[in-house]
């Protein structure tokens, strides 16, 4: 991924067309669950798009398991009952009209920066040592769905420290609201990957370091960007 260019909101603008346009396929019967996908060139020439922004569409339907890309053999459309289909392919336009996502990602930044806040203050050894070992669970090579796992994973390892437990719950809670956009964001944002390791790897340092203030600092500023990406993705579209 360090070696690709910055996809810009124009790219975005046309993978979520390819989207819509397979999606459209789907839902109107043309390609029933079960079905193979026509090979790329053939499908990219009917729907009138690059055969990048096709890869981008399939590759953003396969994480969400609208589609499944069978090496060697080719893509179908999974087993879903229609109206699952219908519900995980609206996630897009779900991104961009709907203003209660920004708003769930402002609260989390608040209580997840008290909460690593908190973690700062209150972290132990072995408490240290498990979220570093967490780090190491990912790479540099690491696919974007394996990625945000590890994502979930080391948020939810921080609140947990913070010893609130209602708080966690709540933390917990607004996180499932907010998979959807992460994953669309490290599909359509070159250098995602190096950059949430980076900024997890800096917000650990923190935390092992007991500096609280540094610790609230790091979490504030690395979901505010998933939030001010969300907003620049919205505007665009």
Same mark, same amino acid.
């Given at each position: 991924?360090?070696?690709?260019?910055?996809?810009?909101?124009?790219?975005?603008?046309?993978?979520?067309?390819?989207?819509?346009?397979?999606?459209?396929?789907?839902?109107?019967?043309?390609?029933?669950?079960?079905?193979?996908?026509?090979?790329?060139?053939?499908?990219?020439?009917?729907?009138?798009?690059?055969?990048?922004?096709?890869?981008?569409?399939?590759?953003?339907?396969?994480?969400?398991?609208?589609?499944?890309?069978?090496?060697?053999?080719?893509?179908?459309?999974?087993?879903?009952?229609?109206?699952?289909?219908?519900?995980?392919?609206?996630?897009?336009?779900?991104?961009?009209?709907?203003?209660?996502?920004?708003?769930?990602?402002?609260?989390?930044?608040?209580?997840?920066?008290?909460?690593?806040?908190?973690?700062?203050?209150? @972290?132990?050894? =072995?408490? !240290? $040592?498990?979220?570093?070992? %967490? #780090?190491? *669970?990912?790479?540099?090579?690491?696919?974007?769905?394996?990625?945000?796992?590890?994502?979930?994973?080391?948020?939810?390892?921080?609140?947990?420290?913070?010893?609130?437990?209602?708080?966690?719950?709540?933390?917990?809670?607004?996180?499932?609201?907010?998979?959807?956009?992460?994953?669309?964001?490290?599909?359509?944002?070159?250098?995602?990957?190096?950059?949430?390791?980076?900024?997890?790897? @800096?917000?650990? =340092?923190? !935390? $092992?370091?007991?500096?609280? %203030? #540094?610790? *609230?600092?790091?979490?504030?500023?690395?979901?505010?960007?998933?939030?001010?990406?969300?907003?620049?993705?919205?505007?665009?579209?």
């Amino acid at each position: 991924m360090s070696g690709s260019l910055p996809r810009t909101m124009g790219d975005m603008a046309v993978t979520d067309e390819a989207i819509e346009k397979i999606k459209a396929m789907i839902v109107s019967g043309e390609l029933a669950p079960g079905d193979r996908l026509p090979p790329e060139k053939e499908l990219s020439e009917r729907l009138g798009l690059s055969r990048n922004s096709m890869r981008e569409a399939v590759k953003a339907l396969e994480v969400i398991r609208v589609l499944d890309v069978r090496r060697g053999d080719g893509t179908y459309v999974t087993s879903l009952d229609p109206s699952l289909l219908l519900e995980a392919t609206s996630f897009v336009m779900d991104m961009h009209d709907d203003a209660s996502l920004l708003e769930i990602f402002q609260v989390r930044r608040i209580l997840e920066a008290h909460a690593t806040g908190a973690a700062a203050q209150r @972290a132990g050894d =072995e408490d !240290i $040592a498990r979220i570093e070992a %967490e #780090l190491l *669970t990912v790479d540099e090579d690491t696919d974007i769905e394996t990625l945000v796992e590890h994502d979930l994973r080391f948020h939810g390892a921080i609140v947990a420290l913070g010893g609130n437990h209602y708080l966690a719950s709540l933390v917990e809670s607004l996180t499932s609201h907010t998979v959807r956009a992460r994953v669309w964001r490290g599909l359509t944002e070159a250098g995602s990957v190096e950059r949430t390791l980076r900024e997890h790897a @800096a917000i650990a =340092e923190a !935390i $092992a370091t007991h500096d609280v %203030e #540094l610790a *609230t600092s790091l979490a504030t500023a690395h979901v505010a960007g998933v939030e001010q990406w969300l907003r620049r993705a919205r505007s665009a579209s």
